[in-house]
C-alpha cells in the first residue's frame, strides 16, 4: 500500500520521464486528509492583509521571493497560481523541506510561503510569521483569527491531499474491504483529533 500526497497527481505532468503512470499503475483506496495552504509572510514585510501584499507584489514585480519545498512541490505549485490570479511575479527559492522554508520566511529571506499550516503554526501563533490568509472553504480551527482566500476577496483554493492507494492489479474486493476500514478509522473521534491538530480537514 502507499500513502501518497498531490505530488503523485502533479508529477505526471511536471516530469515527463517519470516512469509511473499513476492513473493506470495504482488504484485509489481512499482520501485520508486535506490540509490547506496558509500565506505567510515576514513581521518585516510592511504589509497586513492579503489586499496589501498583491498589492505591493504588483508595484515591486521580481522584487519579492517565496520559498517552497522545492520545483514541483506543493508551495511551488500553489504560488504559481497565486501568481496567475493575481498578476503578480514572485521569484523562486527552493529549501529542503518545510522546516527550512519557514525559518527562511521568518527570517526574511523570503518575503513569501505557502505552506501548510503544521510547519508555520507555532511561529504564526508566536508572531514570527504573519498568516494572510488560509485556502480552504472555513477558517482553521487551529488559527481562527486567519480569513481565507474568499473573505479577502479571491476566489482561491489549493492544499495537499493525502490518500491511500494499491497496485492497480489488486482485486476490487479487496479494495473494497480496504477502503471499509480506513473509513472506520478516518470516523474515529481520536483519530480525527490527531489529524485536525496537524491541520488536516
Known amino acids: 500500500l502507499l500513502i501518497a500526497s498531490v505530488g503523485l497527481a502533479a508529477n505526471p505532468s511536471l516530469y515527463p520521464k517519470l516512469g509511473l503512470d499513476p492513473r493506470k499503475q495504482l488504484a485509489p483506496i481512499s482520501l485520508l486528509a486535506n490540509a490547506p495552504t496558509v500565506l505567510v509572510v515576514p513581521p518585516a514585510l510592511a504589509v497586513g492583509s492579503l489586499h496589501e501584499f498583491i498589492a505591493y507584489a504588483k508595484a515591486h514585480p521580481g522584487a519579492l521571493n517565496f520559498g517552497s519545498y522545492g520545483a514541483g512541490s506543493g508551495p511551488h505549485l500553489a504560488t504559481e497560481l497565486f501568481m496567475a490570479m ?59 483569527a486567519v480569513p481565507t482566500f474568499k473573505e479577502s476577496g479571491l476566489d482561491y483554493k489549493t492544499g495537499t491531499w493525502f490518500g491511500l492507494l494499491a497496485p492497480a492489479a489488486t482485486p476490487p474486493d479487496v479494495v473494497a474491504t480496504l477502503n471499509r476500514a480506513t473509513v472506520t478509522v478516518l470516523r474515529d473521534a481520536r483519530a480525527r483529533e490527531r489529524l485536525e491538530a496537524q491541520g488536516a480537514e
Open 86 to 144: 493575481t498578476g503578480t511575479r514572485l521569484v523562486h527559492i527552493a529549501y529542503g523541506g518545510g522546516g527550512p522554508a519557514a525559518l527562511a520566511a521568518m527570517s526574511n529571506q523570503v518575503q513569501s510561503l505557502f505552506s501548510s499550516v503544521l510547519p508555520v503554526l507555532g511561529m504564526v501563533r508566536d508572531g514570527s510569521l504573519k498568516a494572510l490568509a488560509i485556502a480552504a472553504e472555513q477558517r482553521s480551527p487551529l488559527l481562527p
